[in-house]
């Protein structure tokens, strides 16, 4: 069961909550704006579903609540940083505003980061990279949670790969695992004693399915598009590994501190103007999406969107009738606004 | 049926083909030594197969063959070339060599090429970058040829991915359509009388199907991953239509002028030695194949591969073996290095 709870409200009590963890001032605002907007979105699996594991890694000193990102070396359009395993999400959102001063300067930037932890929503990062006008690509390696196509156990991460228009009627954003379905997002069936829409995995047995619990049992997660998926998230893993000159996922695998501890990231930041007019640019954007919007829907009940749309008006509703959240994660996020951390995390296994 | 033609045979034969419709001798040479390569990397699809539609596009003035990339602009790290509908194959060429020149310079290096034509297989570019000891990445955008998800009418195009990983021991490089199949593949198992593996899209009564043939009919291709590929294949065609200023797929439609012709490329190279030492990256290349390799395989006769091993594998056999290629293309290939240039496109509808 889920309830709605007015954003400042959430926000506020999870500030509480990162306050008694011990985050200061700064990181505490930060981190309350980005779970609660998270969920504003219609993302609880990444957002305040969270905050349970995120205290558990506090306690258990895998996260340096107290550690910012350093610079290593540039070259060029590019910088490489050491998260020295601070938080994930100021870490990220540190190294998203580095990428887009890169582009600013050399139409292209991009920023490695090495030795961070989980940045939670993979999205959140692309969709501030075009809030702030540019088109943002941006990965991450995970610890092994798939297995690679052709294998029952797993073997590779499920690397989140996001990429970000800059559309100013509605940005369109792809936040994509490179599993079928992320395992936060299996949790969120669950909790809610859904099915998924369709099979995201094999249970014990070897036979696929689309209940959640048997998947997340099995750890035999689907990648997206069978062989594809697979492939993709094994290219990714390699590539932020050697460009942030850190960990790939069997390296993360070994070290054993929990998901995406010690991870690498990747955030590219392209400006779309560099070589058109803007006018031009915006104009294109629209006429894309509304041709792809347009196209004869299978149901008229539910005309064709493209990636961000639902989320905008998600976030709309979200704002005007309160967030969505998991009532038992509620529960847990006031508990550790009141100073008991004692929490367990049921989000995810 | 097939038949296994020696390398210099298969492409002496293609650069004759070439020259006869009218290409120089260096246009014809390369364009000879990449559709026979794709053949003996095992991608048939885009390799010999596309040779008859490539004439029929020469002949309809749809591909100007005398056209040569002009530089429009650059900024910083990045540059933006018009294709002027040239040969696709050798405009994308020329912008994989430059993103290369601007990665050594900068760390990483973009190219954007607007207004070329089919580049015939996408992965040609990022192979190219990888053997060059870079990363590359690139995209296409492509008139329409999927629905959208939600949608049972073409509305965006299936617009191939690639990533590729300069490992000295063995290239990985993912080339993926954001259709569970491309055209080219399904024309490839039409051909050879076989049925997809998995379901590659719905047939034009709304089932899902594994017949290729039904789905060519019907154009109702399945994204990869359902809604996943049909998100990215949107948000990778916005991008190549905004960095290059060109067409998007919609635009493309407009045209009308054949698969691809006007269509936008992006070519990323990405220096990955900048931030950590060559030997240091190479062996966390290996240990990182090594260790996904050595997961367990659901069928022992099929041990767990990553994407670029294989290809390399059929390679090496197609240079000792010789170059599987389709009996009827083969055919259609002679025919047009005798001069005959009436041929038509069977290799897809």
Redo the contacts between chains.
């Keep these: 069961m889920s309830v709605k709870i007015p954003f400042d409200e959430l926000k506020a009590t999870a500030k509480k909550a990162f306050l008694n963890l011990g985050l200061d001032e700064h990181k505490a605002e930060i981190c309350a704006h980005i779970h609660t907007s998270s969920n504003a979105d219609g993302v609880e699996s990444h957002g305040m579903n969270r905050i349970p594991r995120f205290a558990e890694y506090v306690k258990k000193g895998w996260i340096n609540i107290n550690a910012e990102p350093e610079l ?2 540039s ?4 910088e ?1 940083y050491d998260g020295h395993l601070g938080i994930g999400v100021t870490n990220a959102l540190f190294c998203t505003e580095r990428a887009l001063k890169l582009a600013e ?4 930037g ?1 920023v ?1 980061l090495k030795n961070t932890t989980h940045w939670m929503r993979g999205g959140t990062y692309a969709w501030k990279i075009a809030e702030a006008g540019f ?1 943002g690509i941006s990965w991450i390696n995970t610890e092994s949670c798939m ?10 991460g499920n690397n989140p790969f996001c ?3 800059p ?1 100013e009627n509605g940005e ?3 936040d ?1 695992a490179m599993s ?1 379905y992320a395992y936060g997002k299996l949790g969120v069936y669950r909790l809610a004693g859904k099915k998924l829409p ?1 099979p995201g995995g094999f249970d014990k047995n ?1 036979n696929l399915t689309s209940d959640p619990g048997a998947i997340e049992e099995s750890r035999r997660i689907l990648p ?3 062989w ?2 697979s ?2 998230a ?6 932020a ?5 850190g960990l ?4 993360i ?1 070994e070290n054993n501190n929990g998901s995406c501890t010690g991870c690498s990231q990747i955030f ?1 930041a ?3 103007y ?3 007019e803007k006018n ?2 915006q104009n ?2 629209d ?3 509304k ?2 919007d347009n ?5 008229p009940a ?6 961000g749309e639902n989320t905008i008006e998600r976030r709309k509703s979200s704002m005007s009738n309160g967030v969505t959240v998991d009532e038992q994660i509620w529960e847990q996020i006031k508990s550790l606004a009141e100073g008991n951390l004692n929490v367990t995390d049921i989000a995810s296994r």
């Excluded at 300067?105 to 292209?108: C, D, L, T």
């Excluded at 790939?248 to 390296?251: K, L, Q, Y």
């Design positions: 290593i070396k070259k060029g359009a590019a490489n300067a050399h139409g292209i991009l490695a088109i297995p690679m196509w052709g294998s029952d156990v797993q073997g590779v990429i970000a228009i559309r369109i954003v792809v994509m079928q369709y070897g997206t598009g069978y594809k998926g492939s993709l094994i290219a990714l893993d390699m590539a590994a050697a460009i942030s000159n790939c996922g069997s390296d695998d590219i392209i400006d779309p560099m070589f058109g031009n640019i294109m954007f006429r894309r999406v041709n792809a196209t004869h829907p299978i149901d539910h005309p064709v969107k493209c990636p």
